[in-house]
């Protein structure tokens, strides 16, 4: 059980242009998603915490017209990153929690993004 | 705010060995502490956690202990296998303005056990 999705899994895009990567919760509902970014050789930043049917919240340098987030349903949760730059590059990761008085966190398996 | 310190950064063993990871947290208020398991290319794993409440667990070869007055928490795995070499994270669940709570992570221990 407890298992998260993401889709693509691998993106190209060309610089200004739009991707939005998807995250499903498979076997939960999840009130609570996450979305983390990652560098290369280091550890998660949390970008932004959404919960279902409300607008999210970023976290402080994070700019929420770039990355619009979309939690419309228990079981699914977008990442745009708009007009896109090679500074974007990254893999991005989702995570949910299933209730919001739950502790445990899963996490989807990532989108790496490459950005020409 | 929470600010987690793991250590150590790399950590190198034999097959067969054990393995302790570390990690401090300075906010006596929080209350859930998990490990996760990230593999190259693949997303964090949750493979033990441990709630405040609770100064010990383990499940097979893993095992987790909590000094709440100490504010430390370490992962200890048993009889290490070339499988468990992977980058290991621990975190710790902070209370933040607004009533929402998030996971502040440690800065990962690369793990690596040599047959």
């Known amino acids: 059980g407890a298992v998260v999705s993401q889709h693509p899994s691998r993106v190209i895009c060309k610089s200004g242009t739009s991707v939005k990567i998807e995250c499903r919760s498979l076997?939960?509902?999840?009130?609570?998603m996450f979305w983390y970014r990652q560098f290369p050789k280091k550890s998660l930043m949390l970008m932004a915490t959404s919960n279902e049917g409300s607008k999210a919240t970023y976290e402080q340098g994070v700019e929420k017209d770039k990355f619009l987030i979309n939690h419309a349903s228990l079981t699914l949760s977008t990442l745009t990153v708009t007009s896109a730059h090679p500074e974007d590059s990254s893999f991005y990761i989702c995570?949910?929690?299933?209730?919001?008085?739950?502790?445990?966190?899963?996490f989807g398996p990532g989108t790496r993004l490459t950005v020409t | 705010g929470e600010n987690v310190e793991q250590h150590p950064s790399t950590l190198s063993v034999q097959e067969g060995d054990s393995a302790v990871i570390k990690c401090t947290y300075s906010d006596s208020a929080s209350n859930y502490f998990p490990w996760y398991k990230q593999e190259l290319g693949k997303g964090p794993q949750l493979i033990i956690d441990?709630?405040?409440?609770?100064g010990e667990k383990k499940d097979q070869r893993i095992a987790v202990t909590l000094n709440k007055t100490a504010k430390h928490f370490s992962l200890h795995i048993t009889e290490t296998q070339p499988e468990d070499s992977a980058v290991y994270f621990c975190?710790?669940?902070?209370?933040?303005?607004?009533?929402?709570?998030?996971?502040?992570f440690g800065a990962g221990t690369r793990l690596a056990v040599h047959p």
């Open positions: 076997d939960f509902q999840a009130t609570t």
């Open positions: 995570s949910a929690r299933p209730g919001t008085e739950a502790y445990e966190q899963y």
């Open positions: 441990i709630r405040s409440n609770v």
């Open positions: 975190a710790a669940r902070a209370k933040f303005s607004g009533g929402y709570n998030k996971l502040i």
